[in-house]
């Protein structure tokens, strides 16, 4: 009996059901060695199955037993369920390609146990490309239409490589020209300092706003101190009131005050009689 033929309930029972078929066909082992072998491989979970459920295996036949335990080991969900996770899975990051191939292949095969062989190989190529990281490689694999997840694998690869090689170079040497330009233009140093001088002169201009907008308002509080005289230039009076300008008109009539004679309205033809 091989030593690595074991199933304990919690590993993959696909996986020791095709390895128990192969020793069975290659040793040609009967219906009765089946179930005999079957019961040494199991272990744990599996084994307290197989105890209460088949009674030791002896009224079952081999592949009465093979089918309970694929119902309570290897379906245990449905196979819509299974479908639908396997649309929904998509490579984790730090997961290599290979690793990634080999989940989509595992769940592949269980979501798709009852169609053809090939409709789970397509489904698992197309999932592989459309669930890669690296969208533009699985974009461009799809378009080749892999038949096979290896060839799917190589093409997503070589897309990599690629990219890597082309756009990996433009990237490095744009890089390199945007700061020699930055460290070497003097465009950006003459345009820094024009908005500097900008916002000293705005500056200057609001704080000569607000000193003339005081002084306005300094001015509409007393108004009678904005008049001028003519005469004197002083503040407060009107010529007529003006003393200097009496002292005047007194030395030039001799001591006597002449007053002036009010004006007439003119028109635009002259006085008005």
């Known amino acids: 009996m091989p030593k690595n033929l074991r199933y304990d309930g919690r590993t993959s029972w696909l996986s020791f059901k095709q390895k ?15 179930r005999d072998y079957l019961n040494w491989c199991l ?13 030791m295996g002896e009224s ?12 309570f080991f290897g379906s245990k969900e449905l196979p819509e369920t299974r479908r639908a996770k396997f649309q929904q899975v998509t490579q984790q990051p730090g997961e290599s390609l290979e690793d990634w191939a080999d989940r989509v292949f595992t769940l592949a095969t269980p979501a798709f146990r009852d169609l053809p062989d090939q409709f789970g190989q397509r489904e698992a190529v197309f ?30 690869r070589h897309h990599q490589y690629v990219s890597q090689v082309v756009d990996g170079k433009k990237a490095r040497n744009y890089d390199q020209e945007v700061t020699v330009n930055a ?26 706003l607000a000193s003339n907008s005081s002084t306005n308002n ?42 002036r004679s009010p004006q007439k309205p003119l028109n635009s033809k002259g006085p008005v009689a």
């Open 127 to 156: 999932r592989f490309c459309q669930g890669c990281i690296d969208r533009e490689a699985g974009k461009h694999a799809c378009f080749e239409r892999p038949r096979t997840i290896q060839h799917a694998l190589d093409l997503v």
């Open 60 to 71: 079952f036949s081999f592949r009465d037993i093979m089918r309970k335990m694929e119902g």
């Open 218 to 259: 300094k001015d509409m509080k007393f108004p009678q101190k904005t008049f001028r005289c003519f005469h004197c230039n002083g503040r407060g009076h009107m010529k007529r009131d003006c003393r200097e300008y009496q002292e005047s008109l007194k030395q030039q009539s001799g001591g006597q005050v002449v007053e």
């Open 20 to 34: 128990f078929d192969s020793y069975r066909k290659v040793y040609k082992w009967s219906d009765h060695e089946c």
């Open 183 to 208: 460290v070497q233009s003097p465009g950006d140093v003459r345009m820094e300092r024009l908005e500097k001088a900008i916002e000293q002169l705005t500056c200057k201009f609001e704080a000569s």
């Open 43 to 55: 272990e744990g979970k599996a084994l307290d199955y197989f105890t209460i459920e088949t009674r």
